[in-house]
């Protein structure tokens, strides 16, 4: 499964789980279900008004029919997060390369160039997705986007709070000085390791979160110790309250 790598602000990398192809293709199957099953409502409710026919009464129809579809991913995307409704049922969503919010700007330019796409050269956006990589169609490319998985849904375990047993010593008094968001990347780091087994990036938090504590002790596991200092954190928070 390819991923994209995000930098935080912490300057540690964590990998974000990149939507397939087949993730996208299923998302935009719905919505096109969807444009379609509006579109029949449509033509249905004007036959339902029969009599009424005017070149007037048909720019209208027009209209009201073909603006909403022209606006849907534009719109849903800007509204919901980054998320179209098959988006939604396919859990995946838009996000800048570099981890954060797609501005308006990027949703714009993802928007125009669907329609170069999807429209005026019809396979266009799946062959530029097999050409580019990272999960990205020319749309992407130009807006600096990608469409990743959703997280799974956080649980207790997942958060920085770790039970400390009453008689635990502190190994790094310096764990204190971290955030709760440095502590969370720690987390993510190690939970992302255990799953995958990518020692590189257990290797890189390790010599980064030496480094930002002062730390030089190259012997002790990346594990041990990362998982120490997640322990020695919540054991100096737990003191606090």
Do not use: C
Not at 212 to 222: A, F, N, Q, R, Y
């Amino acid at each position: 499964m390819e991923n994209i790598h995000i930098q935080t602000t912490q300057n540690v990398r964590i990998d974000q789980e990149l939507a397939t192809l087949g993730d996208r293709t299923l998302a935009y199957l719905i919505d096109t279900l969807i444009m379609v099953v509006w579109l029949i409502i449509m033509i249905e409710l004007r036959d339902s008004f029969g009599s009424v026919y005017s070149m007037e009464a048909d720019i209208v129809w027009l209209f009201v029919l073909l603006l909403p579809m022209s606006l849907y991913h534009l719109l849903f995307e800007i509204l919901a997060n980054g998320q179209s409704i098959g988006k939604m049922v396919m859990k995946i969503r838009v996000i800048r390369t570099d981890g954060s919010q797609p501005t308006l700007g990027n949703f714009l330019i993802r928007w125009l160039m669907r329609i170069v796409e999807f429209t005026l050269f019809r396979g266009l956006a799946l062959l530029a997705f097999l050409i580019i990589g990272k999960g990205q169609r020319l749309g992407d490319l130009f807006a600096g986007t990608t469409v990743v998985r959703l997280r799974r849904r956080i649980s207790l375990q997942d958060t920085v709070v770790t039970e400390v047993d009453s008689s635990y010593k502190p190994t790094y008094p310096q764990a204190q000085y971290l955030s709760h968001r440095d502590v969370e990347v720690i987390k993510e780091t190690l939970s992302f390791y255990k799953k995958t087994k990518n020692y590189l990036v257990l290797a890189e938090a390790f010599v980064k979160v030496q480094e930002v504590l002062g730390i030089e002790d190259k012997s002790i596991p990346h594990v041990q110790f990362l998982e120490t200092i997640v322990k020695d954190f919540n054991y100096y928070m737990s003191k606090e309250n």
